[in-house]
């Protein structure tokens, strides 16, 4: 008998406002301590809490816990999923979730994983940035639903364009599906 594969499921936050410059930026987070990536910036973003807890319940959760934002579930937008597979062979699936409306401003308030948060312009992300999570918002910006992020034995955890793994999968055509 073959064991199903199950894999984590994760939600990351896509906090996006217009910048100084009229440029949109987004609200990255860099990771502490002895958490995976620790010195890397990423999303803010976690795990659901068991099988009784939906993925935008995770989200608002998680973003008030992280950043101290308040986000309503009516304002979270799926933006782009993304299946990743780590170099270690680790995989999982996340939910990159786009939100343009919260009360609160954005801190600190987990300093044991997170020393830094930060906004960024979306074209011009930092370095070094999770490679996920930059994969995950590169599908964001070319406006892909569903995006492939497999990295191969070797490849670094921060993002590096030489192993620049991101694979977009098409949408259904606008216009294409049938029913009543």
Do not use: N
């Amino acid at each position: 008998m073959t064991t199903r594969h199950t894999e984590p499921v994760d939600v990351h936050l896509t906090a996006v406002r217009t910048g100084p410059h009229g440029r949109p930026e987004v609200l990255l987070s860099r990771r502490a301590g002895t958490v995976y990536a620790a010195g890397l910036w990423h999303l803010p973003s976690g795990h659901l809490d068991g099988p009784h807890e939906d993925v935008v319940t995770a989200l608002v959760r998680e973003t008030l816990e992280e950043t101290g934002l308040v986000v309503k579930p009516a304002a979270v937008r799926a933006a782009v999923t993304v299946h990743h597979r780590a170099p270690d062979g680790a995989a999982r699936v996340g939910f990159f979730f786009e939100v343009r409306d919260w009360t609160g401003t954005p801190r600190v308030r987990e300093p044991e994983v997170c020393d830094a948060m930060r906004w960024f312009p979306l074209d011009d992300l930092p370095d070094p940035m999770v490679a996920y999570c930059r994969a995950g918002l590169a599908a964001y910006r070319a406006g892909a639903r569903l995006a492939l992020h497999f990295q191969e034995p070797g490849d670094p955890v921060a993002y590096s364009a030489a192993a620049d793994r991101l694979h977009l999968v098409p949408g259904v055509p606008e216009g294409s599906r049938t029913g009543s």
